[in-house]
């Protein structure tokens, strides 16, 4: 069944109109989804009894029910969430000091078979709906008292390779659910033609592009979109995306030891990036996945040097701040340990009885 959050209040005007009812109860009902969270039929007492029914007999009210959850010291909860059909997919909540971040995703599973992530081990099951996207940011804001100010499309998925939802779900988080578009990060491996595609858009999001290696040998090993779209072609797109835009664009490498973090790899990045306009590297020292045993988390020492060296080249680099957050190199980790324990994770006090999606 068809669920209304994933429409635009237009839509929305559409379906009241198609209900013979005047098109205001449809902005209602996109202002009582988006802004408040209504999540069950119940709640929803802006609209009379009986156009509840009538619209329940055609659509279900939103797609993510919270599966299971868990949660760290530091606040950050990961969720794992079931869509209609009952595949699975990750979100992450992460709070911060005077801003609230969740981490989600575009796809369930993903084709890009990148050699250090779990999720890439599973290959792609199919894409997310509009829907299926923007409802994990309102599921958990329902869920939590905290407003969310940013949203990272990080989570499963190659966002730029389900192109039309992520769009759609991009516009409806800014204009119905209040999110900045400055706040939106969208993160991709390098689909070098829909980056283009995106500079047209004219969006004033944050585009971040997972690197990972500055040569094409080690960045074929890593990430195999690269034969297709090799460096200086991505580096080509990333300069028309900043030209057109006038946006920073974030290069976001997972440090791994022996891999990609010693000193030559740190020369060649500073050298590449140093030609970059507008552009800063968020290295992440890599979590240790059952997926891929050789890759190993570098030293401190090793970290800090690689940070050195890039730095002279009068490039910005920061180190992200690691939250339990599903990370590059950590992405699909939730899912899978779920699955295998039989979904046996700690489940919140707190979202008790408060898990349901649509009522
Ligand atoms: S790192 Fe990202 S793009 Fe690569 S396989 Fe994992 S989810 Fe896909």
């Known amino acids: ?35 408040r969270q209504v999540r069950t039929w119940d709640a929803l007492t802006d609209l009379p009894r009986e156009l509840r029914g009538r619209l329940a007999e055609q659509y279900a009210l939103a797609p993510c029910h919270v599966r299971s959850s868990s949660a760290a010291p530091d606040g950050t909860v990961k969720y794992l969430l079931s869509l209609p059909d009952d595949e699975v997919i990750e979100s992450v909540f992460l709070p911060y000091p005077g801003r609230t971040s969740v981490c989600i995703s575009s796809q369930v599973g993903c084709p890009m078979a990148c050699s250090f992530c779990a999720t890439g081990t599973e290959g792609l099951a199919r894409n997310l709906s509009a829907g299926e996207i923007v409802d994990q940011v ?9 407003r969310i100010t940013h949203v990272v499309l ?3 998925g190659e966002p730029l390779l389900n192109y039309d939802s992520v769009l759609k779900a991009i516009r409806l988080l800014n204009n119905e659910v209040g999110i900045a578009m400055r706040h939106i990060t969208v993160s991709t491996v390098g689909v070098v033609p829909n980056i283009l595609k995106l500079a047209e858009e004219d969006l004033q ?49 997972v440090l791994m030891s022996g891999v990609n973090d010693t000193e030559k790899e740190a020369h060649e990045l500073g050298r590449l ?31 800090r040097r690689f940070q050195q060296i890039v730095t002279s080249y009068g490039v910005t ?8 957050h599903r990370i590059a190199a950590a992405c ?22 408060a898990s349901s999606g649509a009522g």
């Open 332 to 353: 699909g980790q939730l899912k899978r340990s779920a699955l295998r324990a039989g979904s046996s994770m700690r489940p919140l006090p707190m979202l008790t009885g």
């Open 1 to 35: 069944m068809e669920t209304l959050v994933g429409h635009t209040i237009e839509e929305m005007e559409g379906i009241a109109k198609a209900l013979e009812v005047p098109a205001f109860r449809g902005r209602q009902l996109a202002a009582a989804l988006y802004g």
């Open 154 to 156: 990080m989570g499963m």
């Open 317 to 324: 680099i920061t180190q992200r701040q690691e939250r339990g």
């Open 273 to 303: 990036l140093r030609a970059q306009p507008l552009s800063s590297v968020n290295v992440i020292p890599y979590n240790s996945t059952d997926v891929a045993p050789r890759y190993k988390r570098p030293t401190p020492e090793a970290a």
């Open 205 to 253: 999001l944050t585009l971040a592009v997972s690197l990972h290696a500055p040569n094409d040998t080690l960045r074929s090993e890593l990430v195999p979109l690269n034969n297709k779209y090799p460096i200086a072609r991505l580096m080509e797109a990333c300069r028309a995306y900043t030209d057109k835009t006038k946006r920073r664009i974030t290069f976001e490498y």
């Open 138 to 146: 309102v599921q958990m804001q329902a869920l939590h008292s905290e």
